[in-house]
C-alpha cells in the first residue's frame, strides 16, 4: 500500500515565527511532490510543488525534498494568522496519474 | 488561472435520489478526478478519467459512476443516494501523463437524508 504519511497536529507557531510541515512517503517511485493549503470548509488550493533533492523557494514558502529519505517538507518563514490551515502533502503515484495523498497537518498561527 | 467550476456548492437529496454532480475545466486538462473528503479520512478518490469517455476506478468507486462525454465536463452520478454519501465532493483536473499538480474545484457539499 502506497501512502503519505504527515503529523496531524495542531502545529501551533506564534505570529512570526517558522512553521515547519512535515511528510514521508512510502513509494519510491514518486517523482513529484506537491503541497497544498485548506482552509476550513474550502477546497485544496496548490501552493508548490518540487521534483529534485533540494530546496525550493517561493516568497515565505520552501519546499524540502530529501529522496533518499523519502522525506518532503514544507517551510513557512514569517508566519502569518492567514496562514492558519490545513496543509495536504501529496505524491506523485510512480507510474500513475494520480496523487497519493496525506491526511494533512493543522497549523495555528497564534497573533 | 486554471478555473474549474462545479455545479452546486451545497446540495440536499434525499435517499434513493439519482444526483448528478457537474464539473467543468477551461484549461484543456485531459485528466479529472472526483474525491470525496471526509473529516479523519482525507482525500479518497473514486474516479478519474485520462481522456473523453475513459474512466478508471479509484479507491472507492462503490455507489458511483462517472460520465465524460467531452473534454472539459466530467460529471459524477450517485445512482441511488444513501446517508453513507453525505459529505465533500471534490473534482480536480490536471495535465496528462504522470505526477502532474491537480488543480480543484470548490467542493459540492452534498447532504442525503
Known amino acids: 500500500q502506497k501512502e503519505v504519511e504527515q503529523n496531524s497536529g495542531p502545529l501551533s507557531v506564534p505570529e512570526g515565527a517558522i512553521a515547519s510541515l512535515n511528510c514521508t512517503y512510502s513509494?519510491?517511485?514518486?517523482?513529484?511532490f506537491f503541497w497544498y493549503r485548506q482552509y476550513s470548509g474550502k477546497s485544496p488550493e496548490l501552493i508548490m510543488f518540487?521534483?529534485s533533492n533540494g530546496d525550493k523557494e517561493d516568497g515565505r514558502f520552501t519546499a524540502q525534498l530529501n529522496k533518499a529519505s523519502q522525506y518532503v517538507s514544507l517551510l513557512i518563514r514569517d508566519s502569518q494568522p492567514s496562514d492558519s490551515a490545513t496543509y495536504l502533502c501529496?505524491?506523485?503515484?510512480?507510474?500513475?496519474?494520480?496523487?497519493?495523498w496525506g491526511l494533512g497537518t493543522s497549523l495555528a498561527v497564534n497573533p | 488561472d486554471v478555473k474549474v467550476t462545479q455545479s452546486s456548492r451545497y446540495l440536499v437529496k434525499r435517499t434513493g435520489e439519482k444526483v448528478f454532480l457537474e464539473c467543468v475545466q477551461d484549461?484543456?486538462?485531459?485528466?479529472m478526478f472526483w474525491y470525496r473528503q471526509d473529516p479523519g479520512l482525507g482525500l479518497r478518490l473514486i474516479y478519474f478519467?485520462?481522456?473523453?469517455?475513459?474512466?478508471e476506478k479509484g479507491d472507492i468507486p462503490e455507489g458511483y459512476s462517472v460520465s465524460r462525454e467531452k473534454k472539459e465536463r466530467f460529471s459524477l452520478i450517485l445512482e441511488s443516494a444513501s446517508t453513507n454519501q453525505t459529505s465533500m465532493y471534490l473534482c480536480?483536473?490536471?495535465?496528462?501523463?504522470?505526477?502532474?499538480?491537480?488543480?480543484f474545484g470548490p467542493g459540492t457539499r452534498l447532504t442525503v437524508t
Open positions: 480536480a483536473s490536471s495535465f496528462s501523463g504522470i505526477g502532474y499538480e491537480q488543480y
Open positions: 513509494d519510491r517511485g514518486s517523482q513529484s
Open positions: 501529496a505524491a506523485g503515484a510512480g507510474n500513475n496519474r494520480k496523487l497519493i
Open positions: 518540487i521534483y
Open positions: 484549461m484543456d486538462h485531459e485528466n
Open positions: 478519467s485520462y481522456d473523453v469517455k475513459m474512466k
